[in-house]
């Protein structure tokens, strides 16, 4: 695949290792070419390396199998999963980065392994949440946006119009950890 459809999060194929890409940078010195700057992190050592890419560059994906599986619990920074054949994973929140705080039981995730060891959590796009912690939203405050931020379920805070409140189910985006939309009853 090209290097310019890369996106974070894919992981792929370098020097014999596997890395998944943490961030994409795009460069342009002076009157060369346009370049992308990947930091790239690998899974077996969980080191990080920057590495410089034409556009146009082909680079391998990795061969990964994807399947579903559960979440369970989180403890001590790791969150811990189920799969379909009732094997047990863990994997550290660090590696899942702040999506961890949107993992829920009933969440349809799919796990991403290489040579049967769990190496990552792929999110749905979207998912509903409960809000159960919300200040009041006090309209004709021109100093403030007309957002607030409220507590979800799992925990986690995001960031929402003025006329949600507690007890309303709202639709996030994974892929940005934004709102969307409250859930029509």
Known sequence: MKAKYLKVGAFIELDNNIFQIIKISHTHRGRGKAELEFKL?????GSVISKVFNPDEEIEEADLEKRKI???YLKNDKAYFLDESNQKYELSTEIIGEKYKFLKKDLDLKGIFYESKLIGV??????????????????????????????????????????????????VNLEKLEYVERVKE
Do not use: H, R
């Not at 992190?41 to 050592?45: A, P, R, V």
């Not at 409960?130 to 995001?158: C, F, M, Q």
């Open 41 to 45: 992190k690998n899974i077996k050592t």
């Open 70 to 72: 559960n979440f369970l």
């Open 122 to 171: 792929e999110f749905p796009i979207k998912a509903v949440y409960e809000v159960i912690s919300a200040p009041p939203g006090i309209k004709g405050d021109s100093e403030k946006s007309n957002y607030k931020i409220v507590t979800l379920d799992t925990g986690a805070e995001i960031q929402v119009p003025l006329f949600i409140n507690v007890k309303d189910k709202i639709i």
